[in-house]
């Protein structure tokens, strides 16, 4: 079955790093494209950034641009989000996505916390 395992969340001061990692399971990784959402507290989820099949194409959104990258490893099956300069406006949830046919799947999430 799919499987989508996020890891690397955790608690940081502003201005720190992190990266994120998604690893997957029980589709033809290298087919599709994958994304990270994220959810804050109180808010609608939203798109973060998508990689393509070949990990040329990203797009980001508004908010992260520049400050994050999204890559992905078709040998390991994953993906990752490096974050830097992160800000409390980054604190949420962040969520795997990938979808297959007319499919959803989302991983469990991996909390960010950024905070003094």
């Known amino acids: 079955q799919v499987q989508l395992v996020e890891s690397g969340g955790g608690l940081v001061q502003p201005g720190a790093s992190l990266t994120l990692s998604c690893m997957t399971s029980g589709f033809t990784f290298s087919n599709y494209p994958l994304s990270w959402y994220r959810q804050a507290p109180g808010k609608s989820r939203e798109l973060v950034a998508r990689?393509?099949?070949?990990?040329?194409?990203?797009n980001y959104a508004e908010a992260v641009a520049g400050r994050f990258t999204i890559s992905r490893d078709n040998i390991k099956r994953a993906i990752y989000l490096q974050m830097n300069s992160l800000n409390p406006d980054d604190t949420a949830e962040y969520y795997c996505?990938?979808?297959?046919?007319?499919?959803?799947?989302w991983g469990k999430g991996t909390l960010v916390n950024v905070s003094e």
């Open positions: 996505f990938v979808k297959l046919g007319w499919t959803d799947y």
């Open positions: 990689v393509r099949t070949s990990g040329a194409g990203q």
